[in-house]
């Protein structure tokens, strides 16, 4: 009878062998023009028409005591749009529409931007501290950085990672990334103050879903630790069944207005060598999130201008920001 140990060798050795997310991409100049091209039809097919939902619960606790919190669903109707598409860069605006008392509201929702083969990533760094991080170099070829953005446009969390195919699925999976507490578990002050997490994005056959694995954390001497695990699934279904128009003309009176911000934005973490830092509240997010979007509000309502709102928004992110060199 041969060696059982020998056997299992031999049987591991006929198993495909997967893929190396973490390993460095190396492909000829064509294989690497087609994966990028891919990679960009699978970005910008995000946008649409959607309801959305979002299913989010805690698993397994990470320490003695805690009881996770029973399974939360919900959902939505979000309109997502392409707002910037250069051949390295893709900006999604997310845009909730609600229905409430028989009026339409539009509220403007997170962001994500898509850039290719970074050199640095502006990462969550923990109260209200945003920091830049370099990418690797070898672990750049072949990669984009999704950077996502709070409602006010402010920093939220970043990551970096490759599309690639598994089990006939293509996905992009992040490295692993600090994030900052969702309002959901900002507003109850929990013994967790941020999220140490993988994100997955992955086309579906009517949509997209986006799938987190949250570790939360809390701090004990200093240090951050493990307090309970969290699973969130948001799944994206192609529908048009409300009044998308409302989104649309929403965005059409007040995206100069945003842009304007996002350029604010972009101007004072780019003028830092460290990074940033901005006072945050749990309920709002930033302290000045909640002026931020009721000029956009007031833009739209015709009640001021986009000029005064735009030199009243830089105002507001050049005086209530930090930089960190």
Do not use: C
């Not at 029973?70 to 109707?77: A, D, F, H, L, Q």
């Amino acid at each position: 009878m041969k060696n059982p140990s020998m056997l299992i060798v031999a049987a591991l050795a006929l198993l495909p062998v997967p893929a190396l997310a973490d390993g460095p991409i190396r492909q000829t100049t064509v294989e690497t023009q087609a994966a990028k091209a891919a990679d960009r039809a699978q970005i910008l097919a995000m946008a649409g028409n959607y309801k959305v939902r979002f299913d989010m619960q805690e698993t397994t606790p990470w320490v003695a005591g805690y009881t996770p919190l029973e399974r939360k669903i919900s959902g939505g109707n979000e309109v997502v749009r392409v707002i910037e598409d250069t051949p390295d860069h893709i900006a999604l605006q997310h845009l909730l529409v609600v229905e409430h008392d028989g009026k339409t509201h539009v509220i403007k929702h997170w962001r994500q931007d898509w850039d290719y083969q970074p050199a640095r990533v502006l990462v969550y760094a923990g109260q209200g501290r945003w920091v830049w991080e370099a990418v690797p170099e070898r672990m750049r070829a072949g990669r984009w950085s999704q950077t996502v953005y709070q409602v006010d446009d402010s920093p939220r969390y970043a990551g970096w990672g490759q599309f690639e195919t598994q089990a006939g699925v293509r996905r992009w999976r992040s490295n692993w990334t600090w994030r900052p507490l969702a309002r959901r578990d900002a507003v109850r002050h929990p013994v967790y103050d941020r999220y140490y997490s993988i994100n997955r994005h992955q086309p579906t056959p009517t949509g997209w879903i986006h799938w987190q694995d949250n570790t939360k954390m809390g701090l004990k001497d200093g240090k951050p630790v493990p307090i309970v695990q969290e699973s969130v699934l948001n799944t994206y279904e192609r529908f048009d069944g409300y009044d998308v128009k409302a989104a649309d003309d929403y965005w059409a009176k007040t995206k100069d207005y945003w842009a304007a911000v996002r350029a604010a934005w972009t101007r004072v973490v780019a003028d830092t060598k460290g990074g940033i830092a901005i006072p945050e509240e749990a309920e709002t997010g930033t302290v000045i999130s909640g002026r931020l979007l009721a000029i956009a509000d007031d833009i739209q309502a015709g009640k001021i201008t986009t000029a005064a709102g735009s030199t009243e928004a830089q105002s507001l992110i050049e005086g209530r920001t930090t930089r960190i060199e």
